[in-house]
């Protein structure tokens, strides 16, 4: 009788244990596959693409000067008005030479077609038209050469001369900064020199005007690393599309790099914890009874999740939060999901 009872008062206790075992909520997410890119960031600073001197392409004194130094000019912005009276009489001229040409060859032709002068004569007055037309065209464009317009959108950086100096053809009038585009400069180690073509994309931010990135192009990378064995690379941004870049900023840039090797998997930096030296996860089986497994990590993918090399598949479930509260094969029972509608689990 008394063994009976003990029996019995054995298992019921036993029966209370497993009712009273603590069944934890935790996050649960899968395993993602890694992309096959790597990101690096190196420190880049802006300057102006390129300085342009703006020079007539003919020769005079200088009647007009429209701009002065630092002003802000636009593209087809005139700059400069040289004196044009030499010009416009030598279109003049050249305009009542090509006049009383066309009147001859005109008569000329009209008799070719009568068959009643030979096609030499024929061929002399089409000629002669041709070289008087000619004559005009470049009369035309000498004087359309004395106003001195901006090839690009910049800023004047020095005026050369003042009003009513005597220049030839060719002479810096003014020098500015061509503002097209930007470029970035920055420099890389000998390792992702190596590498270049492996790289995808480049990309920068300048944090205190705001932290879109914008793209990069590539122009070019210097043949010869300098003396710290850093490799200089030249890129290219369009100062349209962020009004406020100015040189002489410095320019976060990112570069992503594909990744060579077997394709590897991501978790949240959250879901690792570290005993005695190595690194592990919780991952949570079918029996919903978490088990510890050792994982190999890798480099971090830049958005908060690291790589995992070994030790995972892509949609494994594992734990994400509170790992290091939980013990091996202990019941745990996954949170539920929170919906986009219900914004703090108010609803």
Same mark, same amino acid.
């Not at 870049?245 to 570069?255: H, R, S, T």
């Given at each position: 009788m008394l063994l009976t009872v003990l029996i019995l008062f054995w298992g019921c206790d036993g029966n209370n244990k497993e009712q009273n075992e603590i069944i934890r909520k935790?996050?649960?997410?899968?395993?993602?596959?890694?992309?096959?890119?790597?990101?690096?960031?190196? @420190?880049?600073?802006?300057?102006?693409?390129?300085?342009?001197?703006?020079?007539?392409?003919?020769?005079?004194p200088i009647r007009k000067i429209l701009v002065k130094e630092g002003d802000y000019i636009n593209q087809?912005?005139? #700059?400069?008005?040289?004196?044009?009276?030499?010009?416009? #009489?030598?279109?003049?001229?050249?305009q009542a030479q090509y006049d009383q040409v066309e009147a001859e060859a005109g008569r000329v032709i009209e008799l070719y077609s009568r068959e009643s002068v030979n096609e030499n004569d024929y061929d002399k007055a089409v000629s002669g038209l041709k070289m008087v037309g000619?004559?005009?065209?470049?009369?035309?464009?000498?004087?359309?050469?004395?106003?001195?317009?901006?090839?690009?959108?910049?800023?004047?950086?020095? #005026?050369?001369?003042?009003?009513?100096?005597?220049?030839?053809?060719g002479m810096p009038v003014v020098s500015m900064i061509d503002v097209g585009y930007y470029q970035v400069e920055i420099d890389i180690p000998v390792s992702l020199y190596v590498q270049r073509d492996a790289i995808r994309s480049f990309?920068?931010?300048?944090? @205190?005007?705001?932290?879109?990135t914008f793209d990069l192009q590539l122009l070019s990378y210097s043949k010869k690393a300098n003396n710290n064995q850093l490799y200089k690379v030249q890129l290219r941004i369009n100062p349209d599309r962020q009004l406020k870049?100015?040189?002489?900023?410095?320019?976060?840039?990112?570069?992503e790099l594909a990744t060579n090797g077997s394709p590897q998997t991501c978790v949240p930096l959250t879901a690792l914890f570290n005993e005695k030296g190595s690194t592990f996860v919780w991952v949570?089986?079918? @029996?919903?009874?978490?088990?510890?497994?050792?994982?190999?990590?890798?480099?971090?993918?830049?958005?908060?999740?690291?790589?995992?090399?070994?030790?995972?598949?892509?949609?494994?479930?594992?734990?994400?939060?509170?790992?290091?509260?939980?013990?091996?094969?202990?019941? #745990?029972?996954?949170?539920?999901?929170?919906?986009?509608?219900?914004?703090?689990?108010?609803?």
């Open positions: 935790v996050k649960i997410e899968p395993v993602q596959q890694a992309d096959s890119l790597s990101v690096k960031y190196y @420190s880049g600073i802006i300057k102006g693409a390129s300085e342009v001197n703006l020079a007539f392409r003919v020769a005079g087809g912005q005139l #700059v400069a008005q040289m004196d044009t009276r030499d010009y416009e #009489v030598q279109l003049q001229a050249a000619a004559k005009l065209k470049n009369a035309k464009d000498q004087l359309n050469d004395t106003q001195l317009r901006a090839p690009a959108s910049g800023y004047i950086q020095k #005026v050369n001369f003042e009003e009513n100096e005597l220049i030839d053809a990309s920068g931010v300048q944090p @205190s005007i705001s932290d879109k870049l100015a040189p002489g900023m410095d320019v976060q840039v990112k570069i949570y089986p079918s @029996s919903k009874r978490v088990q510890k497994r050792e994982v190999v990590i890798g480099n971090l993918t830049g958005d908060g999740r690291i790589r995992i090399s070994e030790g995972l598949l892509p949609d494994e479930q594992i734990v994400v939060a509170g790992v290091n509260n939980l013990s091996d094969n202990e019941q #745990v029972e996954p949170l539920e999901a929170v919906a986009e509608t219900n914004v703090g689990g108010l609803l």
